[in-house]
């Protein structure tokens, strides 16, 4: 059974509150962090994923965010191309990493996390890329077939809890062999900021 099979047969979105997934905008990204702070804390910065994402772009056509009906950002979840170490042969092995995933707070446990989980897989393996790792709780990532099993030999460039270390392969065997330090792989971000028309020609 493929990846995205396995996601769409165990998720069942009964009950949900409405809500559309759609690819991120620029004009989300105040929203965007602003949720990311209600739901984890500034301290994700700090994480040891956040190296691999810091100064860079996230996949092309992979970050998403969750909509209610009135457009308000209640979920996010981005993927960003990384090389997960060299293979068996020393030949660099592509992947993507994800997160961080979150949810508006006081909507968790009402299948919006999941939704994204689904959608974001489903469209990394459409897409092509052969492997997803992450760092997150085992209890909550497993139902969509990730395990620590493939990481064994990886490492992330800081810190990590060995047991939250986890991946899921889209190709099978993609990471057989796998093996050194997780590097960012991503497109940079411009640090050029386009200012509003109001403040272009201001003195």
Do not use: C
């Amino acid at each position: 059974m493929s990846a995205v099979e396995y996601i769409e047969q165990n998720l069942h979105p009964d009950g949900l509150q409405a809500f559309t997934i759609r690819n991120e905008t620029a004009q989300d990204e105040q929203a965007r962090e602003a949720l990311l702070d209600r739901s984890m804390g500034e301290g994700r910065r700090r994480k040891s994923s956040e190296k691999l994402r810091r100064g860079r772009l996230p996949s092309e056509g992979l970050a998403f965010v969750a909509r209610g009906p009135d457009g308000t950002v209640l979920g996010t979840v981005r993927l960003w191309d990384i090389q997960a170490g060299h293979d068996s042969s020393g030949m660099p092995v592509r992947a993507l990493l994800l997160g961080p995933l979150a949810v508006e707070p006081t909507l968790k446990g009402r299948g919006i996390g999941a939704a994204l989980m689904q959608h974001a897989t489903a469209e990394a393996a459409r897409l092509g890329h052969g492997a997803i790792i992450l760092v997150g709780d085992p209890e909550y990532y497993e139902r969509f077939g990730f395990d620590g099993s493939k990481t064994r030999n990886l490492a992330m460039p800081g810190p990590v809890e060995r047991h939250r270390f986890l991946a899921l392969e889209l190709k099978a065997g993609h990471l057989d062999g796998a093996h050194g330090v997780l590097t960012a792989k991503g497109k940079r971000a411009s640090a050029i900021r386009i200012l509003p028309v109001s403040l272009r020609f201001s003195r």
